[in-house]
């Protein structure tokens, strides 16, 4: 089943309204911003680091990036560094590479969220491709996820 797919059933059943949209080919979390016409605070992207040897996912907005001191110590960790394709690949067998959903509950992955998405009322992902993208209320995605709120960006 496509990441998409398992995606809108998993919310269906967990009752949560949420809104699926295409648009033109976009990898860059900006690009998807500038597509779906939403502010970069407002769209979720995924990160993927290893730390200690340990893949951890980090959702943070369009207009930040991983400050990576930070993560390091939040996580505790002597060592953090963008994981690699083929260190993550294997997780995401339903997802095109760049396009994983922020629900590491579903990859069994640890997720931390930065604190200013938590701000944010509806959150925009990808949903597995670079053509859909789906927007819940941030209330429902942090119920369902469970993630750890953080501070770990700065903005671009």
């Known amino acids: 089943m496509a990441a ?3 995606l809108e059933k998993y919310l ?4 949560v309204r949420f809104d699926t949209m295409t648009h033109a080919v976009a990898h860059t ?12 605070k407002q769209l979720a992207k995924v990160v993927l680091v290893d730390a200690d040897g340990q893949l951890v996912m980090l959702v943070l907005p369009a207009s930040q990036r991983v400050e990576f001191p930070k993560v390091k ?5 002597k060592k953090v560094r ?21 629900f590491g509950n579903l990859y069994d992955l640890p997720c931390y969220v930065e604190n200013s998405l938590a701000e944010a009322g509806e959150i925009v ?7 859909t993208s789906m927007k819940v209320r941030f ?7 469970k993630p750890e709120i953080a501070e770990f960006a700065v903005h671009l």
């Not at 979390?29 to 970069?40: F, I, K, S, T, W």
């Not at 209330?139 to 996820?145: F, G, M, N, T």
Request: glycine share 10%; net charge neutral; hydrophobic share 35%.
């Open 139 to 145: 209330s429902d995605y942090k119920k369902l996820v």
């Open 29 to 40: 979390a900006q690009e998807v911003a500038a597509a779906q016409h939403v502010p970069g």
């Open 125 to 131: 992902f990808k949903v597995g491709n670079h053509t």
């Open 12 to 15: 269906q059943e967990k009752g």
């Open 73 to 77: 110590s939040l996580l505790k960790a």
């Open 82 to 102: 963008l994981a690699r394709e083929e260190e993550f690949g294997g997780a995401f067998t339903d997802c095109e590479v760049g396009a994983m959903p922020p």
């Open 4 to 6: 998409k797919q398992r």
